[in-house]
T-cell receptor, first 112, second 115 residues
Framework: RKEVEQDPGPFNVPEGATVAFNCTYSNSASQSFFWYRQDCRKEPKLLMSVYSSGNEDGRFTAQLNRASQYISLLIRDSKLSDSATYLCVVNAFSSNTGKLIFGQGTTLQVKP | DAGITQSPRHKVTETGTPVTLRCHQTENHRYMYWYRQDPGHGLRLIHYSYGVKDTDKGEVSDGYSVSRSKTEDFLLTLESATSSQTSVYFC??????????????FGDGTRLSIL
């Protein structure tokens, strides 16, 4: 089983749609969770951290379910500019090395 | 954006030649990482550093070496490049001294082709 698993998609949605991505992780001891965004042929960029209580940043909402070991990202009112690959990221539980485990990403294509 | 510069941005070289990629940061972060990204594999950690002269292996370290002689520079060397090392290489930094829950920030990447 992969340490971080995501549905690769692609998710094809019309502008204005709401879309949700889920991600599961295998290590119950993981403490830090993030969503990154990666545009084609670009570097990954931090979209948002994921907190236990859930958190929102504009149109983006992240949720964490520790009991089921999954993380979700909800995008409301999708824009064309949201088209990208979204990476689910979990810390590798080790002696404070800051190592992260990256999912392979979910591709979103927002169409006019 | 985090002050991370990778060089070169693109390189084409031949099998068997040595290649060195450079990552330079201006954030004074202790932790630096080298990844490669390939279709179907996502980002995979090659080596990382937790301080000057302190480095450790990642999951795909065979065929690669690293050096960190200054806080700001982390070098990745392919001693004898092979075609399987054709990839996009990303450097990342994190401020992990503030706690283990810090994200990483990435450089623009180096596209390396080994012919």
């Amino acid at each position: 089983r992969k340490e971080v698993e995501q549905d690769p998609g692609p998710f094809n949605v019309p502008e204005g749609a709401t879309v949700a991505f889920n991600c599961t992780y295998s290590n119950s001891a993981s403490q830090s969770f993030f969503w990154y965004r990666q545009d084609c042929r670009k570097e990954p960029k931090l979209l948002m951290s994921v907190y236990s209580s859930g958190n929102e940043d504009g149109r983006f909402t992240a949720q964490l379910n520790r009991a089921s070991q999954y993380i979700s990202l909800l995008i409301r009112d999708s824009k064309l500019s949201d088209s990208a690959t979204y990476l689910c990221v979990v810390n590798a539980f080790s002696s404070n090395t800051g190592k992260l485990i990256f999912g392979q990403g979910t591709t979103l294509q927002v169409k006019p | 954006d985090a002050g991370i510069t990778q060089s070169p941005r693109h390189k084409v070289t031949e099998t068997g030649t040595p290649v060195t990629l450079r990552c330079h940061q201006t954030e004074n972060h202790r932790y630096m990482y080298w990844y490669r990204q390939d279709p179907g594999h996502g980002l995979r950690l090659i080596h990382y550093s937790y301080g000057v002269k302190d480095t450790d292996k990642g999951e795909v370290s065979d065929g690669y070496s690293v050096s960190r002689s200054k806080t700001e520079d982390f070098l990745l060397t392919l001693e004898s490049a092979t075609s399987s090392q054709t990839s996009v290489y990303f450097c990342a930094i994190s401020n992990t001294d503030r706690g283990d829950n810090q994200p990483q920030h990435f450089g623009d990447g180096t596209r390396l082709s080994i012919l």
